[in-house]
């Protein structure tokens, strides 16, 4: 349920009617818009005498919400959620570009990838230290060891470290190397992770499932959010379909639809989606267009001996060829790949 309150309402009658609805069990998020206040009410409001708020002198309209996302619904939060990472943000007018290998291999590999996709212009530095793959007897990543030469990378280009992790047992771990954390498609309806992973004050980058619906979707980013964390960027990454010529099929109408219905920043991965090099340019671009706030690249030196997905993976020359194309869409879609402000979280 949604009260829009009257403008210039009196702040000790707001107070006073947050407090009666909190008796009825009922927790207030309050939004402060330049024309109205929003309070929007989360928990069970089925039962809720709506005409006792009708009467109430501040009241300006109710809505009922019928999704059952509430934290992530654009009518609890109309203003897009920036998210402040060290001295970027995403879901404002900066676009976020996340490149790196798939998998940390060796200090030489990754550091080098790291001043690479630096020197072009990406604000984050992926890679993979574990890794959920389909076959047992496929590279699992370097695991500890791996996050330490993520760490050493940072160190020497200052990139902040994006890297998925895949149990709630090793949080303390990521909390520790990692400045976003990112939970995979395959991990995205692992409800006890996501909701440990809500306790914490760090960014969730939350992986869109192969299968899964864009309610389904947004949901699971409830599950953090209810716990309190509110800090979650949605990445579409495609979905399983019938066609098998490609990994993955980029759900490009996700973007639209999903800033349509969340306030949440949605970034978009094409590697993952096409599973070959030469789809990421055309996915990439066409994901700035329709609206997204970022992208993930997976790029490496020589493909061709990547320990994983070497296939969609981009050689440094293209991934900083593709850079200065999408800095041009970007600025055309009102973004930049540099700050313009200081902006805070929410």
Known sequence: MIIMLKPNSEEEKIQKLIEQIEKKGLHVQRNNGVDYTVLALIGDTAGYNRSSLEVNEIVHKIIRVQEPFKRANRLFHPHNTIIK?????????????IAGPCSVESEEQIVGVAKQVKASGAQYLRGGAFKPRTSPYSFQGLEEEGLKLLQIA??????PIVSEILSHDKIGLFMDNVDIIQVGARNMQNFQLL???GKVDKPIMLKRGMVA???EWLMSAEYIMSEGNPNVILCERGIRTFENFTRNTLD?????????LSHLPVIVDPSHAGGKWWLVEPLAKASVVAGADGIVIEVHPNPEEAWSDGGQSLKPKKFDRLMR????LARTESKTLLPKKEVKSW
């Not at 990472?85 to 570009?97: A, K, L, P, S, Y």
């Not at 940072?154 to 990139?159: I, R």
């Not at 490009?252 to 349509?260: D, H, L, Y």
Request: proline share 3%; net charge negative.
């Open 252 to 260: 490009i109408s996700a973007i639209p639809v999903v800033k349509r």
């Open 85 to 97: 990472i060290g001295n970027h943000t995403v879901g404002g007018d900066e676009f976020m570009v």
């Open 213 to 215: 619906t864009i309610e």
């Open 154 to 159: 940072k160190k020497e280009t200052g990139l």
């Open 195 to 197: 909701k440990e992973l």
């Open 325 to 328: 194309e999408i800095e041009v």
